[in-house]
């Protein structure tokens, strides 16, 4: 690949990237005031089959693709050898042409952004379990091994950026989003089974009487 800077189906990194701005649409419209145009919040270039790139730095991943031998990515077959090579630390060699007789396990689907306010608890349960960060997938990186240890290094602290922004604040955000939840639904289902009856007052007259005759029988 020589010094060729890596690209996403022929176009640069930025380029696919989901969380670029420049091709929001929903970005967009906030910036201009045009509340309610924008159909999409996301970079309407990106690819769904490779925004798990997107949860590694671009360093990262394309370190990953030089040692794979990959310019261009264009399959998702490519997108699973670069991962895998990232999350096994680099220090897993694979064959320039994998053994089509091993299946190589799925890997874990990556969660859907959190729905927005006003989502109902089954939908807030689903991101809860998705967002755990024991689920594999969301767990942190480790750091790759090249046998340059500064350069490591800095990979390494770009991934658990990536990972702390990707994974662990939707994580938090997906656990208080189901708390309230389950706060309210505690409220509804005691107040629903409140079987008391709020205690009528008497009539103001009736009582101004009686405390009136006390006192003056007292007096």
């Known amino acids: 690949m020589g010094s060729k800077a890596l690209t996403i189906d022929g176009r640069p990194w930025e380029y696919r990237d989901p969380k670029n701005k420049k091709y929001n649409e929903q970005y967009q419209a906030d ?10 919040d996301f970079n309407r270039h990106s690819y769904k089959w490779t925004n798990d790139l997107y949860d590694y730095s671009k360093g990262s ?6 040692a794979l031998g990959i310019g261009n990515v264009d399959e998702k077959k490519e997108v699973k050898r670069i991962l895998n090579y990232i999350q096994e630390g680099g220090r897993k060699k694979e064959e320039d042409k994998p053994k089509e007789t091993v299946a190589a396990p799925a890997p874990e689907p990556t969660p859907e ?13 689903k991101d809860f379990k998705q967002t755990r960060l024991q689920r594999r997938g969301n767990q942190a990186p480790r750091m790759g091994l090249t046998g340059d240890a500064s350069k490591d290094a800095i990979r390494h602290g770009e991934d658990l950026n990536a990972h702390y922004v990707n994974k662990f604040i939707p994580s938090l955000e997906a656990e208080a989003r189901l708390t309230a939840q389950e706060i309210g639904e505690s409220g509804r289902f005691n107040l629903n089974r409140f079987v008391g009856k709020i205690p009528e007052l008497g009539d103001p007259k009736d009582m101004f009487a009686f405390y009136s005759k006390q006192l003056t029988e007292t007096a």
């Open 31 to 40: 910036r201009r005031g045009d509340d309610g145009s924008a159909e999409d």
């Open 61 to 66: 991943v394309q370190d990953a693709a030089k």
């Open 113 to 125: 952004p959190l729905p927005p306010r006003g989502s109902t608890f089954k939908e807030d349960r």
